[in-house]
């Protein structure tokens, strides 16, 4: 059975940085994209950024965190890595990783419907 569980976030000063993992585990064939997604009080789900698992190497960004924020992968420990740096008090949400099947637009989708398994979530609070 498919499992994505997120780990890595808390508590940091503005300016700060923090790593986000997301380890999956049971994934099939099916399992080609994985997303990163926030969601902060009172707003939407918001997708930030996206990567292959599998073959090439494909990524993506959403505006709001290019040049700040970088998504990679551990093949090998079928994990994905969200590193946050120069962190702002905006970017405080809840941090959800997710699956898609196919990447939908090139080089990936971050929209929100396109992914059809979520993880449980990370807070980050970005405070001084």
């Known amino acids: 059975q498919l499992r994505l569980v997120e780990s890595g976030g808390g508590l940091v000063q503005p300016g700060g940085s923090l790593r986000l993992s997301c380890a999956v585990s049971?994934?099939?064939?099916?399992?080609?994209?994985i997303g990163w997604f926030r969601q902060a009080p009172g707003k939407e789900r918001e997708g930030i950024s996206c990567i292959s698992i599998r073959g090439e190497t494909m990524l993506n960004y959403a505006d709001s965190v290019r040049g700040r924020f970088t998504i990679s992968r551990d093949i090998a420990k079928t994990t994905v890595y969200l590193q946050m740096d120069s962190l702002k008090p905006e970017d405080t949400a809840v941090y959800y990783c997710?699956?898609?099947?196919?990447?939908?637009?090139?080089?990936?989708?971050?929209?929100?419907?396109?992914?059809?398994?979520w993880g449980k979530g990370t807070q980050v609070t970005v405070s001084s």
């Open positions: 997710a699956r898609a099947t196919r990447p939908y637009s090139s080089p990936c989708s971050v929209a929100v419907g396109r992914y059809d398994f």
């Open positions: 049971g994934f099939t064939w099916e399992t080609n994209i």
